[in-house]
Protein backbone atom coordinates (compact mmCIF):
# COMPACT_ATOMS: atom_id res chain seq x y z
CA UNK A 1 0.00 0.00 0.00
CA UNK A 2 1.44 3.24 -0.92
CA UNK A 3 0.90 6.81 1.04
CA UNK A 4 -1.34 9.19 -0.91
CA UNK A 5 1.55 11.55 -1.71
CA UNK A 6 3.38 8.32 -3.61
CA UNK A 7 5.60 9.12 -5.39
CA UNK A 8 6.18 13.25 -5.62
CA UNK A 9 5.95 14.05 -2.48
CA UNK A 10 6.04 10.37 -0.44
CA UNK A 11 8.69 11.21 2.43
CA UNK A 12 9.33 7.75 2.97
CA UNK A 13 10.60 6.92 -0.45
CA UNK A 14 12.72 3.83 -0.47
CA UNK A 15 14.80 2.40 -3.40
CA UNK A 16 14.11 -0.87 -4.96
CA UNK A 17 17.10 -3.46 -6.47
CA UNK A 18 15.99 -5.51 -10.03
CA UNK A 19 14.51 -8.74 -9.39
CA UNK A 20 14.81 -9.78 -13.09
CA UNK A 21 12.57 -11.22 -14.55
CA UNK A 22 9.71 -9.42 -11.90
CA UNK A 23 10.46 -5.71 -11.88
CA UNK A 24 13.31 -3.82 -13.33
CA UNK A 25 13.70 -2.13 -9.48
CA UNK A 26 13.28 1.64 -8.95
CA UNK A 27 11.46 3.20 -5.73
CA UNK A 28 8.64 2.49 -3.49
CA UNK A 29 7.14 3.84 -0.94
CA UNK A 30 8.43 3.02 2.19
CA UNK A 31 5.37 4.39 4.51
CA UNK A 32 4.60 0.95 5.50
CA UNK A 33 7.70 0.07 6.60
CA UNK A 34 6.77 2.10 9.92
CA UNK A 35 4.95 0.38 11.70
CA UNK A 36 3.09 2.82 14.99
CA UNK A 37 5.98 4.13 17.44
CA UNK A 38 8.71 3.57 14.38
CA UNK A 39 10.81 6.10 13.80
CA UNK A 40 13.31 6.50 10.87
CA UNK A 41 17.30 6.80 12.24
CA UNK A 42 18.43 10.38 11.88
CA UNK A 43 21.19 9.14 9.71
CA UNK A 44 18.73 7.69 7.18
CA UNK A 45 16.36 10.70 7.60
CA UNK A 46 16.11 12.97 4.40
CA UNK A 47 15.69 16.53 4.08
CA UNK A 48 11.65 16.30 2.53
CA UNK A 49 11.30 13.83 5.44
CA UNK A 50 12.53 16.67 7.89
CA UNK A 51 10.48 19.27 5.77
CA UNK A 52 7.47 16.76 6.43
CA UNK A 53 8.16 16.46 10.30
CA UNK A 54 8.18 20.21 10.74
CA UNK A 55 5.25 20.73 9.11
CA UNK A 56 3.29 17.99 11.66
CA UNK A 57 4.46 19.79 14.02
CA UNK A 58 3.20 23.12 13.19
CA UNK A 59 0.19 21.86 12.39
CA UNK A 60 -0.44 20.01 15.90
CA UNK A 61 1.11 23.51 17.20
CA UNK A 62 -1.88 25.78 15.47
CA UNK A 63 -4.19 23.24 16.58
CA UNK A 64 -3.21 23.44 19.94
CA UNK A 65 -3.57 27.21 19.73
CA UNK A 66 -7.08 26.48 18.22
CA UNK A 67 -8.22 24.47 21.48
CA UNK A 68 -6.39 26.41 23.93
CA UNK A 69 -8.24 29.78 22.68
CA UNK A 70 -11.88 28.13 22.26
CA UNK A 71 -10.98 26.60 25.86
CA UNK A 72 -10.76 30.06 27.15
CA UNK A 73 -13.87 31.56 25.26
CA UNK A 74 -16.20 28.72 26.65
CA UNK A 75 -14.56 29.78 30.20
CA UNK A 76 -16.13 33.29 29.21
CA UNK A 77 -19.56 32.27 28.49
CA UNK A 78 -19.57 30.02 31.01
CA UNK A 79 -18.70 33.15 33.51
CA UNK A 80 -21.95 35.21 31.70
CA UNK A 81 -24.33 32.12 32.37
CA UNK A 82 -22.73 31.86 36.10
CA UNK A 83 -23.64 35.29 36.49
CA UNK A 84 -26.89 35.63 34.86
CA UNK A 85 -28.12 32.07 36.83
CA UNK A 86 -27.35 34.33 40.05
CA UNK A 87 -28.97 37.14 39.07
CA UNK A 88 -32.54 35.15 38.08
CA UNK A 89 -32.06 32.99 41.07
CA UNK A 90 -32.32 36.15 43.06
CA UNK A 91 -35.24 37.69 41.20
CA UNK A 92 -36.89 33.77 41.63
CA UNK A 93 -36.50 34.16 45.48
CA UNK A 94 -38.14 37.63 45.50
CA UNK A 95 -41.25 36.35 43.34
CA UNK A 96 -41.34 33.20 45.79
CA UNK A 97 -40.96 35.66 48.84
CA UNK A 98 -43.88 37.61 47.71
CA UNK A 99 -46.27 34.75 47.32
CA UNK A 100 -45.52 33.56 50.37
CA UNK A 101 -46.48 37.28 51.79
CA UNK A 102 -49.61 36.19 49.82
CA UNK A 103 -50.49 33.83 51.23
CA UNK A 104 -49.88 34.65 55.29
CA UNK A 105 -52.06 37.83 54.16
CA UNK A 106 -54.72 35.60 52.45
CA UNK A 107 -55.29 32.97 55.34
CA UNK A 108 -55.29 36.65 57.73
CA UNK A 109 -58.05 37.58 55.10
CA UNK A 110 -60.16 34.21 55.53
CA UNK A 111 -59.85 35.11 59.12
CA UNK A 112 -61.01 38.45 58.89
CA UNK A 113 -63.73 37.87 55.77
CA UNK A 114 -66.55 37.24 58.79
CA UNK A 115 -65.56 40.73 60.70
CA UNK A 116 -67.36 42.94 57.73
CA UNK A 117 -65.30 46.22 56.93
CA UNK A 118 -62.11 45.24 57.37
CA UNK A 119 -62.01 42.52 55.06
CA UNK A 120 -63.13 44.88 52.65
CA UNK A 121 -59.79 46.79 52.87
CA UNK A 122 -57.87 43.86 53.44
CA UNK A 123 -59.45 42.31 49.79
CA UNK A 124 -58.35 46.05 48.00
CA UNK A 125 -54.62 45.64 49.01
CA UNK A 126 -54.20 41.82 48.47
CA UNK A 127 -55.72 42.47 45.04
CA UNK A 128 -53.23 45.05 44.37
CA UNK A 129 -50.54 42.97 45.79
CA UNK A 130 -51.45 39.54 43.91
CA UNK A 131 -51.35 41.71 40.54
CA UNK A 132 -48.04 43.41 41.46
CA UNK A 133 -47.10 39.44 42.20
CA UNK A 134 -48.18 38.25 38.98
CA UNK A 135 -46.71 41.05 36.41
CA UNK A 136 -43.25 40.44 38.37
CA UNK A 137 -44.19 36.50 37.56
CA UNK A 138 -45.24 36.68 33.72
CA UNK A 139 -41.95 39.14 33.25
CA UNK A 140 -39.72 36.74 34.89
CA UNK A 141 -41.92 33.70 32.57
CA UNK A 142 -40.93 36.46 29.67
CA UNK A 143 -37.18 36.68 30.75
CA UNK A 144 -37.04 32.87 31.27
CA UNK A 145 -38.66 32.29 27.37
CA UNK A 146 -36.06 34.87 25.56
CA UNK A 147 -33.51 32.60 27.28
CA UNK A 148 -34.90 29.49 26.56
CA UNK A 149 -35.10 28.17 30.49
CA UNK A 150 -38.51 27.05 32.03
CA UNK A 151 -39.18 29.12 34.71
CA UNK A 152 -39.29 28.49 38.56
CA UNK A 153 -42.34 26.53 39.78
CA UNK A 154 -42.64 29.79 41.94
CA UNK A 155 -43.08 32.21 38.81
CA UNK A 156 -45.50 29.26 37.14
CA UNK A 157 -47.47 29.19 40.37
CA UNK A 158 -47.94 33.34 40.40
CA UNK A 159 -49.50 33.16 36.90
CA UNK A 160 -52.36 31.34 37.93
CA UNK A 161 -55.50 33.49 38.26
CA UNK A 162 -56.93 33.71 41.75
CA UNK A 163 -60.35 33.69 42.55
Known amino acids: MT ?3 FP ?31 RIPLDEM ?3 Q ?3 LYERVDTYRAAWHSARGRAAH ?8 RTE ?15 ERARGLASQWAVLRAYGGAATELRAALA ?11 AE ?12 PAATEATKETP
Open 128 to 138: SLAAGVQRAAR
Open 85 to 99: LVAKTARTEQAEAAI
Open 50 to 52: LDA
Open 141 to 152: QDDFALTGEQPG
Open 3 to 5: CAR
Open 46 to 48: TSD
Open 8 to 38: DACPNLRTVAPDLPHHEGGLRCGCDDLGPGA
Open 74 to 81: QRCINADL
